[in-house]
């Protein structure tokens, strides 16, 4: 007796009692954080397994509906309506392939003479269109009928042990379209992270409920990371994998800037102030051109904030990266003259068709228009869209105070140091530099 007892305690022990079941699941999900409509889903996946497992037989299609208030389910047997046209029907004497049936269906496929083979009938997963309509009126080849069969409550340890994997898949799949959706949503955005681990030079970074990597070609150069650091990273791109969302970080990105921008000024947050255009060279120098429709308000001002905080804070946020703020022009000949600050320009000619500008300044403005290896005249070609030749007019007099010239279209703190003529990029023979919007940096 007392041998009998403890088999039927062991047997009692894996047997899946719903409530219990329902209330553990219910709890798991409000703790992962996933909707009370996905667990439900879970739990009539996991108990349909187990159904099948224990009362159904192999090639059947089983559905289960779970009510989480009586904590019972439902069970219905799927079949689909077939006909002659859609089966193939063994022939007299031959055997169907109920013994091996196959659990998806296969397509027709075409024989050897362009014969079309159609799919065997089984009675396990299929019904007569005759036999469907005397369930459903309404039934049609291709459509499915459902035969409710008969409750159960309690399922056995090996139904219990299908029911856990299947639960065990469906809640990660669950948890991974639910984090895929939740970051989906912030793509295109600055969110906050912790550096977990260093491997060679790529960065992976805790975002919370998932990991993010910065690749090298999306750092900054001059930047080093170390294990605990926090850090701001511009979500550049999120892809649907099996092991979670991939995330794809930058701190690179010349959105990273705007976004920051976003964040430290509330003019451009409210849409008051726009930024039209950007252009960047990580760790190095941005250019950003700003412009609003409201009277009285001062685009630059607004970004540089009271004594230069507002765009301090994104300097320091980019590790010292300088950056020019300069007012937007709706007319090309201006605005590619703005963009050119701090140098001063004397003339430009533009050619439309081939979207390429000849600007011509003063023998001492040649190495401030070029920059420092030709980086204020790439950054100012990317800016405006145009192919820039910058040339030397002799006949525009000479700037007598290079220290004292006006620099009010650089708002960033030092952003208008002047490049010595010793360290410019050299001119050719002609004194003339050019700069297209897709130069790369050296």
């Known amino acids: 007796m007392a041998k009998k007892k403890i088999l039927a305690t062991e047997e009692d022990s894996f047997v899946l009692r719903m409530g219990e079941f329902s209330q553990v699941l219910l709890a798991l999900a409000e703790e992962k954080g996933l ?38 389910a439902r069970y ?4 689909e309506v077939v006909d002659t046209t859609t089966r193939s029907f063994p022939k007299p004497g031959e055997e169907g392939d109920d013994a091996e049936v196959s659990e998806v269906v296969a397509p ?42 008969e409750s159960k409550m309690e399922f056995g340890r090996v139904a219990a042990q299908t029911a856990k994997q299947v639960i065990i898949q469906r809640l990660r799949d669950a948890e991974r379209e639910i984090m895929f959706e939740a970051f989906k949503e912030k793509e ?27 690749l090298p070609s999306e750092q900054i150069p001059s930047e080093r990371y170390y294990i605990g650091q926090h850090l701001k990273v511009y979500l550049a791109r999120v892809e649907s994998e099996e092991r979670g969302p991939g995330l794809a970080l930058s701190r690179a990105h010349p959105d990273m800037v705007r ?14 102030v726009q930024i039209k255009a950007l252009a960047r060279e990580a760790g190095s120098r941005t250019k950003m051109a700003v412009t609003t429709a409201e009277v009285g308000v001062d685009p630059i001002g607004s970004c540089v904030g009271q004594r230069g905080t507002r765009v301090q804070a994104v300097i320091d946020e980019l590790s010292g990266e300088k950056i020019d703020i300069i007012e937007w022009q709706e007319n090309a000949l201006d605005f590619i003259r703005t963009a050119l600050a701090p140098a001063e320009v004397g003339s430009v000619e533009i050619n439309e068709e081939e979207k390429r500008a000849k600007v011509f300044v003063a023998s001492d403005q040649l190495s401030l228009a070029i920059g420092r290896r030709g980086q204020n005249v790439r950054l100012a070609s990317k800016l405006t869209g145009y192919m820039l030749d ?28 002047e490049t010595p003529a010793a360290e410019a990029v050299e001119a050719p023979s002609t004194d003339v530099a050019a700069a297209s919007p897709e130069a790369a940096a050296e």
Do not use: C, H, W
């Open 259 to 272: 976004r920051l921008f976003e964040l430290e000024v509330p003019e451009i947050y409210n849409g008051i």
């Open 108 to 149: 027709a496929v075409e024989g050897e003479e362009g014969e079309v083979v159609l799919p065997r009938y089984s009675a396990m997963r299929d019904i007569l269109l005759e036999d469907a309509q005397k369930i459903n009126p309404e039934a049609v080849v291709g459509g499915n009928v459902e035969m409710e069969l």
């Open 76 to 79: 219905y047997l799927i079949k």
């Open 390 to 417: 910058i040339a030397v007019d002799e006949s525009l007099p000479l700037t007598r105070d290079l220290e004292g010239q006006d620099e009010s279209a650089v708002a960033a703190p030092e952003a208008a140091a």
């Open 35 to 72: 909707p009370k409509e996905k667990v439900i889903e879970v739990i009539e996946a996991a108990i349909a397994a187990a159904y099948k497992k224990d009362f159904g037989e192999r090639g059947q299609n089983i559905r289960a509906e779970f009510d989480p208030v009586a904590k019972a």
């Open 188 to 214: 295109g955005e600055i969110v906050n992270g912790t550096v977990q681990r260093l491997e060679g030079r790529s960065v992976y970074i805790d975002l919370g409920k998932s990991l993010g990597v910065l």
